[in-house]
């Protein structure tokens, strides 16, 4: 069984800090990895997609991916009130031929005034 | 930008009824995806279709079927109704590849009594 795995927190951090969200995942030949955020009662927006190893910058988030250890994080620099929601990891299957995703539960990111 | 709609925001059925969920999206984008999402499960794939008149079941496709008649159209089809199927549904589209980022509709908040 495929799985993608994320801590369900709440991950709670104060106004300007870092949030660190974290994400494995079991299959070996996943090569596309994407982040969506999902504000309660809402649908999920993606954020960031990240295909190879290393760092990825887009504004105040880095996506980061080590293919080796199985494991994709985000970073949310300055966080603010308004990131306050839920973070899903999501990654493609076997290559993705057909472009299906396996989700993670998500973390619920809380940012406190 | 990408534009994926669902033909309601809020649903309220009745147990055995047929009910009829509609997705469109408007970027030509091959795939279509339904899921449901609940608490504590996460999002979880019911139908997936990769062309016009194709369809692969998802994890969970008891109880459902679908329709794509059209490359921008993806119907979700409930033959008849339950409780159990009281959930938020999610249709999503991305490109063939190489990149599968999924895009979501709005959502369908689905009520079975």
């Known amino acids: 069984q495929k799985e993608v795995e994320q801590n369900s927190g709440p991950l709670s951090v104060p106004e300007g800090a870092i949030a660190s969200l974290n994400c494995t995942y079991s299959?070996?030949?996943?090569?596309?990895f994407f982040w969506y955020r999902q504000y309660s009662g809402k649908s999920p927006e993606l954020i960031m997609s990240?295909?190879?190893?290393g760092d990825k910058e887009d504004g105040r988030f880095t996506a980061q991916l080590n293919k080796a250890s199985q494991y994709v994080s985000l970073l949310i620099r300055d966080s603010q009130p308004s990131d306050s929601a839920t973070y899903l990891c999501a990654v493609n299957i076997d290559g993705g031929s057909q472009g299906n995703l396996i989700f993670g539960k998500g973390t619920k990111l809380s940012v406190k005034p | 930008d990408v534009k994926v709609t669902q033909s309601s925001r809020y649903l309220v059925k009745r147990t055995g009824e047929k009910v009829f969920l509609e997705c469109v999206q408007d970027?030509?984008?091959?795939?279509m995806f339904w899921y449901r999402q609940d608490p504590g499960l996460g999002l979880r794939l019911i139908y997936f279709?990769?062309?016009?008149?194709?369809?692969e079941k998802g994890d969970i496709p008891e109880g459902y079927s679908v329709s794509r008649e059209k490359k921008e159209r993806f119907s979700l089809i409930l033959e008849s109704a339950s409780t159990n199927q009281t959930s938020m549904y999610l249709c999503?589209?991305?490109?063939?590849?190489?990149?599968?980022?999924?895009?979501f509709g709005p959502g369908t908040r689905l009520t079975v009594t």
């Open positions: 999503a589209s991305s490109l063939a590849g190489p990149s599968y980022e999924q895009y």
């Open positions: 299959d070996r030949g996943s090569q596309s």
């Open positions: 279709s990769y062309d016009v008149k194709m369809k």
């Open positions: 990240i295909y190879s190893n």
């Open positions: 970027m030509d984008h091959e795939n």
